[in-house]
């Protein structure tokens, strides 16, 4: 912190350090002996007043943008070029928003018609129906059934769809 004042004498801008005010000097210009003001114009130092506000300024245009990031992933509108990789699942996401998130389970006995096992034709009709786009995921399952026409408890196979409906 300077002091920044003028000699009394000869009018000369002066520039002492803070921890200097109250103390006799000689003018540097006209060589009068002058007493340094306690108080003037204070300076933060070589650096001139302007120069504090640009890292603060920069702050907080960086927190200012920080938010739009934040806002990135849940954008309806095609962004810039960092967020191709994301756009994809979010495409996904927001074609399937609005739908409920559904399953429906296939068992293999049921598929079979007249001794003929349509199992794979009723599943891939079923998810052509349901599109790549909104499906979330398939599970295998086995469980146990009572078979009439041989009268015993059989283990079967089937498939749990997981989709967007
Ligand atoms: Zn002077």
Same mark, same amino acid.
């Given at each position: 912190? $300077?002091?920044?004042?003028?000699?009394?004498?000869?009018?000369?801008?002066?520039?002492? $350090?803070?921890?200097?005010?109250?103390?006799?000097? $000689?003018?540097?210009?006209?060589?009068?002996?002058?007493?340094?003001?306690?108080?003037?114009?204070?300076?933060?130092?070589?650096?001139?007043?302007?120069?504090?506000?640009?890292?603060?300024?920069?702050?907080?245009?960086?927190?200012?943008?920080?938010? &739009?990031? &934040?806002?990135?992933?849940?954008?309806?509108?095609?962004?810039?070029?960092?967020? $191709?990789?994301?756009?994809?699942?979010?495409?996904?996401?927001?074609?399937?928003?609005?739908?409920?998130?559904?399953?429906?389970?296939?068992r293999r006995a049921a598929c079979v018609e007249s001794g003929h096992d349509r199992f794979?034709?009723?599943?891939?009709?079923? &998810?052509?129906?349901?599109?790549?786009?909104? &499906?979330?995921?398939?599970?295998?399952?086995?469980y146990d059934f009572f078979d009439v026409a041989t009268q015993k408890m059989m283990t079967d196979?089937?498939?749990?769809?997981?989709?967007?409906?």
């Open positions: 912190m $300077d002091i920044i004042f003028n000699c009394p004498n000869c009018d000369q801008e002066l520039a002492v $350090d803070q921890s200097g005010a109250g103390t006799q000097i $000689d003018c540097p210009s006209c060589g009068q002996n002058i007493t340094i003001p306690t108080s003037g114009k204070v300076t933060t130092g070589p650096l001139p007043p302007a120069a504090t506000p640009p890292p603060s300024s920069i702050a907080s245009s960086a927190a200012a943008r920080a938010p &739009l990031h &934040l806002k990135v992933p849940v954008r309806d509108t095609p962004g810039e070029m960092l967020i $191709d990789k994301p756009r994809p699942p979010l495409e996904v996401v927001q074609k399937g928003a609005g739908k409920k998130l559904r399953i429906h389970t296939i794979d034709e009723t599943v891939s009709a079923f &998810l052509n129906e349901v599109t790549e786009t909104n &499906l979330v995921g398939i599970h295998v399952i086995s196979y089937g498939v749990l769809i997981v989709y967007r409906g």
